[in-house]
């Protein structure tokens, strides 16, 4: 099923026309069909050990990806929903080769297949988590291996795979990605804004831009000297790198990934909590000593066991292990449970949970029907001219009925939130409202208006931005000041109390009629 009613009428498009189209042309418009029955795709995207598997490992909630200090991940590997755990080497001529998870159920670090053979790996596991997310783990982008910064590339941004015989999953799988969590490491530096510039130039239309792309700033516990807190630290630095971003990510999420990754996926036992509580009795001065440093960690004198203050180590890292140390000096009999949520807390993890909801999962429908589009607008660009004309037909019918003005907004929002297109900050940050929410009481700045105070207000803006399209604005300005403008006109028409006679009652104060094709 589509994921929305967007979705769903580009999906009837697809269906309506590829039974007109050249067989070419058919076959890829089905594809582009095919995407849209598929839950949003995150590719998880950065450099080499930036903590990239831990945080896919933390979002799925399972163990699965390889993590660790050497180059762990080197093909592109899918995890998505399915009825039985299984692992698939997809290789480059689209053959799959089953493989069993490793004894501690993780994806096997050694596939035994030359990875130049590979086109990717496709997890299928049982997590709820997965059921409208599908996450793709990516090879580190300044990989010291040429081919697989190749391959990243090929899978994020659909470059067209080598080999034109590919079976149907792994063309889908090699396509773009909907939506890039991007994951950085201490300051962003101008060769990561570079790699960034370059997923702009590189990608299909939507598959990177502050639409859909969020910045994490992950390993936020490093910052932390000699155990100490880190947040005060990250703060600043957060807000800098979301500046020196604003115009590739929507917003940038500090987030200690490896305590995300060790609470979500349930890695602390009992005997790790009474190994920590052991470390909490010590001596105020002993503890300290030990927290100064890994090596004083592991190798000094303690009642706890070096091979468990490894292991400890392992999952929580020195800031963890002293966050868990200072709960339990406090809270001695806490439960193992009870330390999780407090570590869950501490890593970051719930507020980036949130930002995903609200940047990819809800706006999923329009995400998805937007890329759907822009890869019906390439089948067109590079068909023949009977199909280029039947499918830019049905395209403009599409965008020019009401509800689905908001795939035009979110263009529009795109061109202006990269700076494609500069407008003035306030008209800026109203459209993006606009293109990015449906709630009428948000985009108008109006949290505590009725509906027809909201009305009113759109009324306003509408003209607002028709003014501007006609007085001030330069021609691509005026193109999108006058999106704007029928966009909030159409807003105004929601907000309008149903005509007598007319089925339904008007709209609750505060919230519109999904106009904006949100369910
Ligand atoms: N202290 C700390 N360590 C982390 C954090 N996130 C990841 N790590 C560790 O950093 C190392 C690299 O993490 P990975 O998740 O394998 O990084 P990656 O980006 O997937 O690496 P490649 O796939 O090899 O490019 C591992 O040892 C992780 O345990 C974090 O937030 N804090
Ligand atoms: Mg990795």
Redesign the pocket.
């Known amino acids: 099923m589509p994921a929305g009613p967007l979705c769903a009428r580009v999906a009837q498009l697809c269906d309506e026309v590829a039974t007109r189209l050249s067989a070419p042309a058919a076959t890829r418009v089905r594809r582009v069909r095919r995407r849209l029955d598929e839950p949003l795709r995150v590719a998880v995207a ?10 896919v490992n933390a979002l799925i909630g399972r163990r699965v ?9 080197r093909v592109v590997t899918q995890f998505r929903y399915g009825t039985a755990d299984r692992v698939d080497v997809v290789r480059r001529d689209g053959t799959r080769v089953p493989l069993p998870m490793d004894d501690a159920g993780m994806v096997p670090r050694r596939l035994g297949i030359p990875q130049a053979a590979i086109s990717y790996v496709d997890v299928a596991l049982t997590s709820d988590r997965l059921r409208d997310l599908i996450v793709v ?1 990516t ?2 982008l300044s ?1 010291a291996t040429a081919g697989i910064s190749g391959g990243t590339r090929r899978y994020l941004f659909g470059e067209p795979p080598v080999d034109d015989d590919l079976d149907d999953a792994s063309v889908a799988a090699l396509s773009a990605a909907e939506a890039i969590v991007y ?1 950085f490491t201490q300051a962003v530096r101008a060769d990561d804004v570079a790699a960034l510039e370059s997923f702009r130039s590189l990608s299909a239309r939507l598959s990177s831009n502050p639409v859909n792309s969020l910045g994490l700033f ?5 910052l932390a000297g000699g155990g100490g807190d880190p947040w005060p630290v990250a703060a600043p630095l957060v807000a800098g790198q979301a500046e020196v971003l604003r115009r590739v990510v929507s917003d940038v999420v500090p ?5 995300a ?1 060790t609470t979500e996926a349930g890695r602390l036992t009992d005997a790790d909590t009474a190994a920590l509580r052991a470390l909490a009795a010590c001596p105020a001065g002993e503890r300290a000593v030990l927290l100064a440093s890994v090596d004083l960690f592991v190798d000094r004198d303690c009642p706890v066991p070096a091979a468990a203050r490894r292991r400890l180590l ?1 999952r929580l ?1 020195l ?1 963890g292990v002293a966050l868990a140390m200072s709960h339990l000096a406090a809270a001695p009999r806490s439960s193992t449970g009870e330390l999780v949520r407090a570590l869950a807390q501490a890593s970051g993890f719930p507020r980036l949970r949130q930002t995903l909801d609200h940047t990819f999962r809800w706006r999923s429908d329009a995400i998805k029907a937007g890329s759907a589009v822009a890869g019906l607008e390439r089948v067109a660009d590079t068909g023949e001219p009977a199909d280029r004309e039947l499918l830019r037909g049905a395209i403009e019918d599409l965008v020019r009925l009401p509800e689905y003005h908001r795939l035009r907004l979110l263009d529009a929002a795109q061109v202006v939130s990269t700076g494609e297109v500069p407008l003035p900050p306030v008209l800026e940050q109203e459209l993006t409202r606009l293109a990015l929410s449906d709630d009428p009481a948000f985009i108008l700045g109006l949290p505590t208006a009725g509906a027809p105070e909201l009305g009113a207000a759109a009324r306003a803006a509408a003209v607002r931005w028709r003014a501007f399209a006609v007085a001030d604005a330069t021609p691509a300005q005026s193109r999108v000041a006058l999106v704007a403008h029928r966009g909030f006109h159409l807003l105004a028409q929601s907000l309008q109390p149903a005509a007598p006679g007319q089925a339904g009652p008007a709209p609750a104060a505060g919230r519109a009629a999904p106009v904006w094709g949100a369910p």
Request: with cysteine.
């Open positions: 950065g450099r080499l050990k930036a903590g990239k598997s831990t945080l990806a390889p993590t660790g200090a050497g180059e762990c991940t783990d090879p580190g990989s994951v992950s390993k936020v516990d490093k987030v200690v990934g490896l305590l990754e392992e890292d800031y």
